[in-house]
């Protein structure tokens, strides 16, 4: 190394500093912080420990193959320009090289003799095309195993966050939007697969980068003072333009998110929609927040494109002023000018190619980072709740489920829904709830379904904490029908078998008679194998609620819970359903949310609630007869004035 570059090299770590490439920890920040993407990232990629292994070797390789290359073609180019043998030997590779036993007389004579260095000649160029085939094979299985790292890495987490999403509790998965969680789903996984890819990608161009760096120093350090100020320039550029990128991403990412939301909200309101004629508005307001997206799109392609241009005119700028001071500076080396700015020139065309690659890797660092946010709000647990799991099986109860002094809160400022209800349900009885809306009748189902769990006082089933349960097998034993029924997208049957994947096709027509669904189901072209649509829109309410207790009686539940299940349903439709309710009643043991006080006249208890206590409790004959709200509510339905208005 000449003595005047020295200097030069000795600071070439803080050379780089002030070119910028610091920075580069914070392109690697979601691998090396400890936020929940990155611990999930880490966790993850250590257990493709043998894939990571093949990507770190054939890294390694191709990079020192790509060194290797410039190398030979040194000393190949150096071969034709300088055939004095006397000169050619004292060059310091070559010397090195002809102390070797085999390598070494392949040299000494091809040196020797005119027509042995033309054969020499071919052979390094030869060695060359070896060499850059081993970069080629590397590079692919380089480019493989971090593709397949990816790939597995984007299908586990995309599940990961698939089975988290089902693991919130009620009330915490209602906190989030349809849209919202579906694009979790669907982005988190893609956003660790492009953080893996673009890693893999900058530590490939990051070790070809050294190798360049050390040839063009060893060259002639002054030189390379000609690509340090196109890396500074590059370096200021993207100070300038990454916040911008990071910036205009995360606006791009929280749009499309909102537009996700907006699609999916509006298919799933399409009968409100159209119902309302609000077809027009739906459309203009996805149209303003496509505006926006687009705007925001066109904005980081001006942005993104801007460094582009940049860096290819930048290099022929610097060949120009290197082919220029070369003559200056190089003229009394051994190897003389021409190897020496050839070598000089393919090197710094090489590392210009990789800042090129990693300027493009900071853009797409900065484009990920709003996924990648987004992926460590899904995964922070601080703001999450969580199914309960664990606690001994339920089985059956033989006696009573008992509620003591239960009381719910959905919010530590909201009014309690409901206020030290005590209630005994007993097995094999029906237990009717009614009250004006909001009095707390859902909310106390919600508790014995575990969508909730009390704020204070307890769920007893046979004396047993329902705290202390596995809630699962606890819910496999209830049957839920509500107002709002929910149907897959599949067949007939296989939404009466939804939960029951055992039951047979015999189990299934057999829930469907007690349903009062046979009828109208043989009269389907297909039957049972009939397709109903989303949520079940080919079907009417009436079909739709008979088909949901015909899924609840198949369970043959402990518990059966009937959610107003009648409420919007025309006359003959609710008497079908409530006939087989009653075929039901008389076996089990059943919960009735009611409005219609009609249906449940033959109840064991009919409890009415207010505000979020129990008021009335009693059978129908001795409810009527106390004169209170119970029997207000019974004269306003019979069409008869009531006895007095409560406020």
Known sequence: MNSPGFPLARSAPSLLRRLGWRRLGQFLEPFTSVSPAARLIRRSARQQWRLLTVNIATNLLSSISEGGTLGVIFLAVSLISSPNPDHWSRLPVVAQAIRLPVVGNVLQEGINSSSGQGILFVLLIGFALILQVIVALTMYLNSVSAGIIGNRLSAQISTLLHHRTLSFTFSCACRFRVGDLLNYIQTGGSAVSTQISLTNTLLTNLIQLLIYLFILIAISPWLLLVAA???????????????????????????????GSRVTEN??????????????????????????????ADRLSYITNLITPISTILPIFAIAVIST????????????????????????????????????????????????????????????????????????????????????RYGPNLAASLDSIDLVIPKGQTIALIGPSGAGKSSLADLLVGLYEPTSGSIRIDGQNLNQMDLATWQQRIGVVSQDTFLMNTTIAGNIAYGQPAATREQIEAA????????????????????????????????????????????????????????????????????????????????????????????????????????????????????GLYTQLWQLQAGESPLHIRN
Not at 353 to 360: A, D, G, K
């Open 325 to 408: 001071l070369s003559l200056a500076l190089l003229h009394d080396r051994q190897s003389g000018v021409i190897p020496s700015l050839i070598t000089f020139v393919l090197a710094l065309q090489r590392m210009n190619s990789r800042l090129n690659t990693i300027n493009t890797i900071a853009v797409g660092y900065a484009n990920n980072s709003a996924a990648v946010s987004r992926l460590n709000a899904i995964l922070d647990d601080r703001d999450k709740q969580f199914v309960r799991t664990g606690g001994f099986p339920f089985k059956t109860f033989d006696r009573e489920i008992r509620l003591d002094k239960v009381t719910l």
């Open 229 to 259: 100020c196109m890396a500074a320039f590059m370096g200021a550029l993207q100070k300038q333009v990454l916040p911008r990128l990071r910036h205009t991403s995360e606006v791009m990412t929280m749009i499309g998110v909102e537009m």
């Open 267 to 296: 298919i799933q309101g399409l009968r409100l929609i159209h119902s309302s004629g609000e077809l027009k508005n739906a459309s203009q307001s996805l149209d303003s927040l496509f505006q926006q997206w687009l705007r925001q």
């Open 512 to 627: 469907a008679i007690s349903a009062q669904a046979a009828n109208f189901i043989h009269d389907l072209p297909e039957g049972y194998d009939t397709l109903i649509g989303e949520r079940g829109y080919r079907l009417s309410g009436g079909q739709r609620q008979r088909i949901s207790l015909a899924r609840a009686i198949l369970r043959n539940p402990d518990l059966l819970i009937l959610d107003e299940a009648t409420s919007a349903l025309d006359t003959q439709s609710e008497r079908l359903v409530q006939q087989a309710i009653e075929q039901f009643e008389g076996h089990n043991t059943v919960l009735v949310i009611a409005h219609r006080l009609s249906t449940i006249v033959g109840a064991d208890l009919i409890c009415v609630m207010d505000r979020g206590q129990i008021i009335e409790r009693g059978r129908h004959a001795d409810l009527i007869t106390a004169g």
